[in-house]
């Protein structure tokens, strides 16, 4: 059975010894991304902050910020992770509206709404207010049907906060939508808190008119619940702990946005005349616990998560029409979008198709990979040790590299300009026509396994 919130699954977690509770009282201001990125360092378990200074609320960060735990959200095994999620992802479970949920079992409305009772923590030392970041952004269109992403939330006052919709992304598309129906109000609710495969969901980018309900659905195989808002015309997760519900006018209020640490590792500058939302209603469970997503240097949970989304995403958009496509990997430490590596049968490569594949991977996942690299199946893709050895021993740049300038990229890739203009580096990492060997210096296998079989036999007198 699926989880059926966040309770149940940090439960699971406890008991599995991969969540860690910070008894002491922490500072919102700096001390609790200090503890995450110590944490990285040592085990990065799951942190569950029982007391932050200024709040009533604990705070649960770095939920899914190992492949264990996101094999553990969708029951299954770290070693079959990619294999699930691709076969559960081909077709989409329909969320179920139910009439009501413990998301509701306290509602503030207008004047009585406050954002000051929220937790709110400034991660990194560049970042001069707090923002709400593991919000998931949950707007509808009347063609394209329901969204849901998740963007930053920085602090206004205590019924507004930035809202950082950018160019590129889906919610962003929506409100521009609205913008040219000629509508003056645009309705938005934000989730915090809900099952892991809602957020584990929240972290693909399907096409635009693909609910990201129905990937969660489909990755717990069974339907969402969720439940409408009180004052838009949104459903939510059920069992969500924090529902935010409110509009952004058009046009919207702005205002200067930033500086953040984003995904990259790197702060971004202030955002010029970025949107405001009100928020009009705040319902959330009893005693409710906060969700918080900690960005930095090196790998983060979001390179964790995309590592696994885009990989998906990619070997199902391109296995179709390459099937000698056997696995995809976008690095962890590549932020989980800039590195791209794809696994060949190397029995099926055929002259010419390699570089077919490197032209395909252009566009795929809304054309934000940077760098692609194909490899022969005796590679393992997910070992940084298998990778850098085959890119030093298989490739010779002046045939096996070549590069596309001036590509669309992401705006937070800081390299790229400020529009997001990019270049794009393509390698053929596989063994080419002239490769001169007799064969990789291993063991015979019979021996290695009969080894392996009998290893701790060596070591006894």
């Known amino acids: 059975m699926p989880f059926s ?17 910070v008894k002491k009282e922490v500072d919102p ?4 991304g200090a503890i ?3 944490a990285h360092d040592r085990g990065r378990k799951a942190l569950f902050f ?3 200074r200024g709040c009533s609320m604990p705070v649960i960060v770095d939920l899914l910020a190992t492949f264990n735990r996101i094999a553990t959200a969708i029951e299954t095994q770290e070693t079959d992770l990619f294999k699930e999620v691709v076969e559960r992802t081909k077709e989409g479970v329909e969320p179920r509206i139910v009439k009501s949920g413990p998301c509701k079992d306290i509602i503030i409305r207008g004047k009585d709404v406050d954002l000051t009772t929220l937790p709110w923590i400034t991660w990194n030392k560049t970042e001069k207010s707090p923002y709400i970041t593991a919000g998931m952004v949950i707007v509808k269109d009347p063609e394209y049907g329901r969204n849901m992403g998740v963007y930053r939330m920085m602090y206004a006052d205590k019924n507004h906060t930035f809202l950082r919709l950018s160019p590129g992304h889906h ?14 109000r645009f309705e938005v609710a934000v989730a ?18 693909v609910d990201e309900f129905t990937i969660a659905g489909a990755l717990r195989r069974e339907p969402v619940e969720l439940v409408k808002c009180e004052t838009v015309n949104i459903e939510v997760p059920a069992t969500a702990e924090i529902v935010l ?24 500058g202030t955002v010029i005349r970025e949107r405001l939302w009100t928020i009009d209603c705040i319902t959330m469970r009893r005693d409710p616990i906060y969700h918080g997503f900690y960005l930095c240097k090196g790998i983060n949970e979001e390179g964790v998560i995309k590592s696994l989304t885009t990989s998906v995403q990619i070997y199902n958009e391109m296995k179709p029409g390459h099937p000698a496509i056997k696995r995809v990997h976008c690095s962890e430490a590549g932020i989980g979008i800039f590195h791209c590596y794809i696994q060949i049968d190397e029995r099926m490569k055929r002259p010419g198709m390699v570089n077919n594949i490197l032209a395909s991977s252009v566009g795929v996942k809304g054309s934000r990979v940077k760098h692609v690299f194909v490899f022969d199946d005796d590679i393992d893709i997910t070992n940084p040790e298998e990778v850098e050895w085959a890119f030093a021993t298989r490739v010779q740049a002046d045939k096996d590299i070549f590069v596309i300038p001036n590509s669309f990229g992401l705006r937070l890739d800081p390299s790229a300009t400020s529009e997001g203009v990019t270049a794009k580096l393509f390698v053929d990492a596989t063994k080419g026509k002239n490769f001169r060997s007799e064969g990789l210096a291993l063991p015979p296998d019979d021996v290695w396994q009969k080894v392996k079989q009998n290893w701790d036999s060596y070591f006894v007198g």
């Open 36 to 38: 995450c990125k110590t």
């Open 29 to 32: 201001k700096y001390e609790i």
């Open 171 to 184: 919610g962003y598309e929506y409100y521009k939508a609205a913008e040219l129906r000629g509508e003056k």
């Open 192 to 209: 915090l808190g809900a099952d892991p495969t809602v957020f584990l969901a929240s972290q693909f980018v399907p096409g635009i008119d």
């Open 245 to 268: 519900e409110g509009h952004l006018d058009i046009p919207a209020d702005v205002g200067d946005e930033g500086p953040y640490g984003e995904f990259c590792g790197y702060s971004v």
């Open 50 to 52: 029982e007391r932050v």
């Open 5 to 21: 919130d966040l309770r149940q699954y940090l439960n699971r977690l406890e008991k599995l010894g991969d969540l860690a509770r």
